[in-house]
Each structure stands twice: as C-alpha cells, then as structure tokens.
C-alpha cells in the first residue's frame, strides 16, 4: 500500500533550519506531485509548498517564500523541505502529500489540501523564540 514517511521534526530556535524529508513507498513516485502542508493547534491545515512530478517547478506559500525551498529526488522516492530563518510561526504539524501528476493542469491545483490522494502521518516542528 502506499505509504509517506516524514522525518525530521524537532525543536528549534528562531533564525535556525531544518530539513525535512518525506519517504514514499508503494507507489510510482514521479507518477505524483507532491505537497507539504502544516497544521497549528486550532488552525486550519495550510499549503506550505508543491513541486511537480519532475521536480522542475515549484510552488510555496506567501508566509514561507524565500526561506523555504521544495525539492525531490524521483531515484530516492523522497520529497525534502529546507526550512530556513524559521520563525515561532513555523510552529506545526508539517504533512507532506502526493497528488496524481494527472489531476495537476497549474499552480492552482497544489493549495487545496482537499485534492491530495495520499498523506503522510506528520513530524512535528517546534521552533522556540
């Protein structure tokens, strides 16, 4: 079955980086685009970043562009998330996620958490002021 594996969560000061990474089995990772998404207590889950099935282009959220950076490794099945100048904001549950590169026709189609086929369980990062 399919599985997303995210490691890498952990506590860390503000202005400090993190990487994360997230494992896919069963299936055919450059079949799908992939997505982190992060989740606060009491908020509602938010698009972080995408990438296409190639790997070539990118999308990230407003409140993470310019110190986060997506990208993918289709020989490792793995998606990463580079995470820099991290702010107490950063603070959640991040989730990475694979969309069917069928169902991707633009940008658009990589911020609704709705339109992801598979998820992973999440990693928590903490990042302390």
């Known amino acids: 079955q399919v599985q997303l594996v995210e490691s890498g969560g952990e506590l860390v000061q503000a202005g400090g980086s993190l990487s994360l990474s997230c494992a896919a089995s069963?299936?055919?990772?450059?079949?799908?685009?992939m997505g982190w998404f992060r989740q606060a207590p009491g908020k509602e889950r938010e698009f972080v970043a995408g990438?296409?099935?190639?790997?070539?282009?990118?999308y990230y959220g407003d409140s993470v562009k310019g110190r986060f950076t997506i990208s993918r490794d289709n020989t490792k099945s793995t998606v990463y998330l580079q995470m820099n100048s991290l702010k107490p904001e950063d603070t959640a549950v991040y989730y990475c996620?694979?969309?069917?590169?069928?169902?991707?026709?633009?940008?658009?189609?990589?911020?609704?958490?709705?339109?992801?086929?598979?998820w992973g369980q999440g990693t928590q990062v903490t990042v302390s002021s």
């Open positions: 996620a694979a969309k069917s590169r069928r169902t991707v026709y633009g940008g658009s189609d990589y911020y609704r958490f709705q339109d992801y086929d598979y």
């Open positions: 069963g299936v055919t990772f450059s079949s799908y685009a």
């Open positions: 990438i296409n099935w190639s790997g070539i282009t990118t």
